[in-house]
T-cell receptor
Framework: GQNIDQPTEMTATEGAIVQINCTYQTSGFNGLFWYQQHAGEAPTFLSYNVLDGLEEKGRFSSFLSRSKGYSYLLLKELQMKDSASYLCAVVDSNYQLIWGAGTKLIIKP | EAGVTQSPTHLIKTRGQQATLRCSPISGHTSVYWYQQALGLGLQFLLWYDEGEERNRGNFPPRFSGRQFPNYSSELNVNALELEDSALYLC????????????FGPGTRLTVT
């Protein structure tokens, strides 16, 4: 079966750095997305990785290792507005997005 | 550029009734995806339409169905509503079947009483 694993919840302090991990086992791989979802709102796109390595975009970076079936989202200089759920999704061989259950990130002052 | 729109915003139905949810994708997007998100849970994939055809469906019973119109807008129909169908139904669109990013609409909150 296809499986995406993420921690259920994480807590971090304002101004700090946090890394949210995602491991996957899917039938084929055509890329990995990270989305942010604030409570009661729709998910919004953060990043897309298809090749191994680190993609940096401002305070957010995303890393991919296809051989390990592993990705992480790195958030720097945390702000209170970063409190949200972070969803990892993998594109399988049928171009279907397989979604993780999401990681709820709580930022404390 | 207008984003993905969904209607209605809220929908209240009773058990056994039918619900119809609508979605208009971003102009130029040919793929439409439907997801169910129960309170506090992750996204559950329902249906994927591209160029008017159903490309894939998730692990949901046949009473969940839909279609995509020639203008790429889409409808999700849920027949014989059950209490556990209460959830946020999200529609997303993308440029096509390649792994383009999906843009989400605001969702329809369906409550079954």
């Amino acid at each position: 079966g296809q499986n995406i694993d993420q921690p259920t919840e994480m807590t971090a302090t304002e101004g700090a750095i946090v890394q949210i991990n995602c491991t996957y086992q899917t039938s084929g791989f055509n890329g990995l997305f990270w989305y942010q979802q604030h409570a009661g709102e729709a998910p919004t796109f953060l990043s897309y990785n298809v090749l191994d390595g680190l993609e940096e975009k401002g305070r957010f970076s995303s890393f991919l290792s296809r051989s390990k079936g592993y990705s992480y989202l790195l958030l720097k200089e945390l702000q209170m507005k970063d409190s949200a759920s972070y969803l990892c999704a993998v594109v399988d061989s049928n171009y279907q997005l397989i979604w993780g259950a999401g990681t709820k990130l709580i930022i404390k002052p | 550029e207008a984003g993905v729109t969904q209607s209605p915003t809220h929908l209240i139905k009773t058990r056994g009734q039918q619900a119809t949810l609508r979605c208009s994708p971003i102009s130029g997007h040919t793929s439409v995806y439907w997801y169910q998100q129960a309170l506090g849970l992750g996204l559950q994939f329902l249906l994927w339409y591209d160029e008017g055809e159903e490309r894939n469906r998730g692990n949901f019973p046949p009473r969940f169905s839909g279609r995509q119109f020639p203008n790429y807008s889409s409808e999700l129909n849920v027949n014989a509503l059950e209490l556990e169908d209460s959830a946020l139904y999200l529609c997303a669109s993308s440029l096509g079947r390649e792994p383009y990013e999906q843009y989400f609409g605001p969702g329809t909150r369906l409550t079954v009483t």
